[in-house]
């Protein structure tokens, strides 16, 4: 059951590309493949990590993608997508690593409520719009307003949502009891289970309570990204954010190229 974005959406014209030219142009990289600089200052511990990173690693890999507010994309990627048991679009080729670890947790007693996976630019742009507007309308100043916006929302383009390798899952028994995506989720036993067994089938914590220097984004109990599974068990093992990661085998390549 392929799902694919129209086709209006898939070749942007100069007209159509028009409305999306609110993203800043000096913060598009639409190259996903290959993300700007990101100045992460690595320590000498994780630097000692390069010779453990596993064979054919590469920052162009398409599960390495990264986005976040420095690497924005301006057009959605057009990559294909699959309908989920819980009726919400992800990348084809996570589908099944996704449904075995969905179906796992339903065995163990921990079953998910998926709450999103897949967003278009514009669909991203208007959330965040709404959560702006709501602070605006409160009568927050702008720049208050965007910096409270920025917690919970990434602006359109910068959200890892649009590659479809990102869900949002909760507790469904958590969500029953009329929970959503809110830190509180962190104390539910259905967290720990998940943090326990996101690895197994390629998936991580994009961000931790530990990382929110580093990846600009608050704690996110519910966000988990699918980066495969050697690469989710050796960035969780030795806790490297996705920013980190890219940044310690772009170390290496540097390395690599000077002998
Ligand atoms: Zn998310």
Redesign the pocket.
Known sequence: MGHFLSAQQQEPSEESSAPQEKVPEEYVNQDVSSPRNLDVDLSDKQLALIGDIPLGVETSNWELTLINRENRIKYDLNWPLETTAGDQLIDQRILRDFNAWAEQAEQDGYPMQLI?GFRTIEHQENNFNHTLNGYLSQGYEQEEALEMTYRFQQPPGAS??HTGL?V?IIGQDFHQRGGGLTREFSEEESYSYYLDTMNNHGFILRYPEEKIDITGVYF?P??YRYVGKENAKFMTEKNLSLEEYHALIEVRDSQLGQE
Do not use: G, K, N, T
């Open positions: 999103s890892e949502h990102a949002d996110e519910w966000h």
